[in-house]
């Protein structure tokens, strides 16, 4: 059973950071994709991708956070993380983590919500102007 487990989130003003977590269990061994996906504050359903990366670790990363945010991955301790920095309140939202068993070499196979089978909780930040 695969489950993700997300933290980190907070409240912060306007050009701070903040670094998320996911602690991802039961990815089977193999190919791999995670990713971090923001809903959207008063959109219902309405996800925004964020950050991909693959099993050897190829990142991919939407236009609104290149340079500012970093996705990596601890592989010892299974975790995910985003680290956040120049924040804005327009990223204000609820993250989540995902995680499916495919290769994710390419932007559009990373940062595509549809094609992520598990999903964790969320964590939510607020950025206050």
């Known amino acids: 059973q695969v489950q993700l487990a997300e933290s980190g989130g907070d409240s912060v003003q306007a050009g701070g950071s903040l670094k998320l977590s996911c602690v991802v269990s039961?990815?089977?061994?193999?190919?791999?994709?995670l990713g971090w996906f923001r809903q959207v504050p008063g959109v219902e359903r309405e996800l925004g991708a964020i950050?991909?990366?693959?099993?050897?670790?190829?990142?991919s990363y939407a236009d609104s956070v290149k340079g500012r945010f970093t996705i990596s991955q601890d592989y010892a301790k299974n975790t995910l993380f985003l680290q956040m920095n120049s924040l804005s309140p327009e990223d204000s939202g609820m993250y989540y983590c995902?995680?499916?068993?495919?290769?994710?070499?390419?932007?559009?196979?990373?940062?595509?919500?549809?094609?992520?089978?598990?999903w964790g909780q969320g964590t939510q930040v607020t950025i206050s102007s």
């Open positions: 039961g990815l089977p061994f193999g190919d791999y994709c």
């Open positions: 995902a995680a499916d068993p495919r290769w994710c070499g390419t932007p559009d196979q990373a940062l595509d919500h549809n094609a992520y089978k598990y």
């Open positions: 950050a991909g990366i693959s099993d050897i670790g190829t990142t």
